[in-house]
């Protein structure tokens, strides 16, 4: 790009730099961050159709989880992308709610753009849009209801329903009763907070079986096995010790030089790595444990020496498991095995290496109010696992946040419906250009419930009327579509429900992410480099439309 000055270019931004400005910059960001919606759209609810993505090594994912969507496409678009990071935050933050906050997103974009055609200026759409998001969560706090953290039946159906329409849908009451049993063992209460680690939940895969035999162990599960055949399959009352430093002869720091000149000098060298051992094996047992789960190695002699004394072991577990297997058994980890005492030991009820499918895994289960557990996903090929294990996760975000939050929202678009409700309302009490913007939002709430129609076969009008006429009533807050029995039903008494902080969060992230691509006027793209180093063959000047 250059500039004129006296008759003589001067040279601003490199050769090939590509730049789109103004109403151009705003109408390519809105297409791209438009696309990506609609691309997630058909997946929304109990009806949502799947994707099957494709990856240039020819591997294949089949899921309707809207952050996988867009994590498995390689978008270019940077627009698009932070569509992308739209999902990825809901993701992060709350466990589900991703392919609404990016629904929602899109929706804001398709509104703001009518108002900008008719000149409306897009701070002015921003200032709206802030104001009509601070509304709506108004709306919501007032829409919600408590729940006690110890209802595990509202908890099961707050599981249940983000697992409706997923590939695990025909096990969801078994994998429910899962979900609650995890998420409650593994809950830290301090006075009233109730705050949930994930990683405290570990989840293990195995092809095999179907999803309902999908367990959930009291304890952890290693995909490992012991490390010597002669070792007890299964060790009953187990005492754990867990161990990060290795089972082995400790060698010298820096490199050292052992000169031996007769055969009786190697001997006793040799007796003296075998003492050394055989105390690491002794001291082990002195302590009273009969199972062993090293973070590193275990030679082979002390291996042998461990089966000798009827001691289940296990080497090169990870870090992260021997975090769990502490909070699960009560083991303090040990990294000087001198210094272990009974006191550093951990107990579980059973602790057995099991056979699944070609595999052996070791469970460490029926631990005494174990701080960490394990599920065990199971299915009948790999691309069902996998699905299921997403499912899994989904639901032990919401249950998870409604443990957190202590209130629900009805499902099936009520809040969405009653949002809109109330922003139109506020509208008319703020007046000015930034009305327009309100409405719009209220507006683009509505395409919840329209998606949600639609991706069943309904028509969206005729469901839309008949939720609006519900929620005029005081008594239809929270009335949502059934997809199933196409009818506007109470969802609360249906048992669809969702935590609040999941809706807040996709109503937070779906209106910043919109402000946010409103306010650009102006892409400046550096040129693209082929493989050779050069610009690409167009000079790398190119449209931002064609690169999605």
């Known amino acids: ?308 004394e009827g001691i289940f072991a296990v080497r090169r577990a990870k870090k992260s498991d021997m975090e769990k297997l502490s909070r699960a058994t009560g083991a303090r980890i040990v990294t000087n095995i001198e210094d272990m005492s009974e006191d550093d030991l951990g107990y579980a009820g059973v602790v057995e290496e099991v056979k699944i499918g070609d595999d052996e895994m070791v469970f460490v289960r029926d631990c005494k109010e174990p701080r960490a557990v394990s599920i065990l996903v199971r299915g009948g090929s790999e691309h069902i696992v996998e699905e299921a294990e997403r499912s899994i996760e989904d639901a032990l975000g919401v249950v998870s946040s409604a443990l957190k939050d202590r209130k629900v929202l009805p499902g099936g678009g009520a809040p969405e419906v009653e949002m809109a409700k109330g922003l139109r309302e506020y509208a008319k009490s703020v007046g000015g250009r930034e009305q327009l913007a309100i409405e719009a939002f209220a507006d683009s709430m509505e395409a919840i419930p329209r998606a949600l129609a639609e991706n069943a076969g309904l028509d969206p009008i005729d469901v839309l009327v008949d939720l609006r006429a519900q929620h005029a009533k005081k008594t239809g807050v929270n009335f949502g579509i059934d997809v199933t029995e196409n009818k506007v039903k109470d969802m609360l008494k249906e048992g669809v429900m969702e935590p609040l902080g999941v809706k807040e969060q996709a109503v937070n992230s779906a209106s910043e992410a919109a402000i946010m691509i409103l306010r650009i006027d102006d892409v400046i793209a550096a040129s693209k480099l082929d493989k050779e180093g050069g610009p690409g063959p167009d000079g790398g000047d190119k449209d931002f439309d064609s690169d999605l």
Do not use: W
Request: proline share 3%.
């Open 1 to 308: 790009m250059a500039a004129q000055m006296a008759g003589q270019p001067i040279l601003i931004l490199k050769e090939g730099t590509g730049r789109t400005l103004g109403r151009d910059a705003q109408r390519t960001n809105i297409m791209a961050a438009r696309v990506i919606a609609e691309a997630v759209k058909t997946t929304l609810g109990p009806m949502g159709m799947d994707k099957m993505l494709v990856d240039s090594l020819g591997d294949v994912v089949v899921t309707n989880d809207g952050v996988t969507i867009l994590k498995e496409v390689d978008v270019e678009h940077p627009a698009a992308k932070m569509m992308v990071e739209v999902a990825k935050t809901q993701e992060e933050a709350v466990g589900d709610g991703t392919t609404s906050a990016v629904v929602m997103a899109g929706e804001l974009l398709k509104k703001a753009e009518g108002l900008l055609d008719q000149d409306v200026h897009p701070t002015v759409v921003a200032r709206g849009y802030r104001m009509a998001a601070e509304k709506a969560q108004e709306i919501l706090e007032d829409m919600a209801t408590p729940i006690a953290p110890e209802d595990e039946k509202t908890l099961k159906k707050i599981a249940i329903t983000a697992m409706t329409g997923k590939g695990a849908e025909k096990a969801r009451e078994h994998l429910a009763e899962v979900v609650v049993k995890a998420v409650r063992a593994v809950a830290d209460e301090d006075g009233d907070t109730i705050t949930v680690d994930p990683d405290n939940i570990q989840i293990e895969k195995k092809e095999g079986g179907g999803i309902e035999d999908t367990e959930l162990i009291q304890g952890i599960v290693l995909d490992k096995e012991r490390v010597h055949a002669s070792m007890p399959r299964r060790v009953e009352k187990a005492r754990i010790a867990l161990v990060n430093s290795a089972l082995e002869v400790k060698e010298t720091e820096i490199d050292a030089e052992i000169r031996i000149t007769d055969p009786e000098q190697l001997r006793s060298f040799i007796e003296e790595e075998e003492k050394m051992l055989k105390a690491m094996v002794d001291r082990i047992k002195d302590a009273g444990a009969n199972v062993l789960i090293c973070q590193k190695g275990i030679d082979d002699l002390a291996q042998h020496y461990l089966a000798k």
